[in-house]
């Protein structure tokens, strides 16, 4: 009598069964890449678009400087952070501004959740001024990125309603401001950036950048402490009242 074959077990599904999505074991090593607080407090920091040293970034983090370096290692070896040494110095940053995107979109959907209380008088005001103005990477947010964004909207620079556009005038405005837009890249122009402190999407994309250069160039904004906070200086406030009609209260 010829033997059965062998039939595996209903329901169970054998390793050659499952279907092997190319991509998985990517998306994998990234999330195991962030989901480490220490790398994850570094990649926070560096949302500031400055170069930061190891010695800079342990200090941030509270951890050894050979503990730091090590997490640094895996962060530039997975692609998202590029560094560069100068004399006996390693200064990193975010790869690029598709990084930056990922880490504040995640920071986005974390921030609602978290609920602890400030445990100083310095990290509560820490707190207030990030939530006032702040770079995200190379682009205004907080409040002050948002009344920007509401600003260009209103004035019809800016469209928002099938996604971030600016349209013809708001081409012209930032061509009369001075503010130069390099338009041969492949970052997009204007893209919606969702502020996780205000909760509503804020300009980034080429012309956010531009116009966050600008104002920390001219003047107009000024970053304080070691965070990413910015401040709007008086001549910024002249010059957001002129440009765009913001009232100097919406920027404090």
């Known amino acids: ?7 595996p077990h209903a329901g ?17 090593a990234l999330a195991g890449l962030i989901a480490d607080e220490t790398r994850a407090a570094c ?6 678009g400055r170069a930061w040293t190891a ?3 342990a200090r941030h983090a509270g951890v ?8 640094l290692g895996k962060l530039v070896a997975g692609g998202l952070l590029s560094e560069e040494r100068q004399g006996r110095h390693r200064y990193v940053r975010l790869a690029d ?25 310095r990290e509560s005001s820490a707190g207030s001024a990030m939530a006032r103005g702040r770079t995200c990477y190379d682009h205004l947010a907080g409040r002050l990125g948002i009344a ?13 309603d099938t996604g971030f556009a600016l349209t013809e005038a708001g081409l012209t405005w930032f061509d009369s401001a001075g503010i130069g837009l390099d338009r041969k890249g492949r970052r997009p122009l204007a893209r919606a950036c969702l502020d996780w402190t205000e909760r509503r999407p804020h300009l980034a994309g080429v012309a956010g950048a531009a116009l966050c250069r600008h104002a920390l160039d001219t003047g107009w904004c000024v970053r304080i402490g070691s965070e990413r906070a910015v401040k ?8 957001l009242s002129d440009l765009l009609g913001i009232e100097a209260s919406a920027l404090r």
């Open 64 to 71: 050894a400087a050979s503990t730091l370096s090590e997490h």
């Open 12 to 28: 169970r599904m054998t390793t050659r069964d499952r279907t092997h999505d190319p991509q998985a074991p990517g998306l994998a």
């Open 43 to 48: 990649l926070l920091a560096l949302l500031d």
């Open 97 to 121: 501004a598709r990084v930056a995107q990922l880490v504040e979109d995640l920071a986005a959907q974390v921030s609602p959740r978290v609920s602890r209380r400030p445990r100083s008088l």
């Open 232 to 239: 709007v200086t008086p001549t910024g406030e002249r010059a």
């Open 148 to 160: 920007v964004t509401d600003a260009l909207t209103v004035r019809g620079l800016l469209r928002q």
């Open 1 to 7: 009598m010829t033997a059965e074959p062998s039939v």
């Open 55 to 57: 010695g800079e970034l």
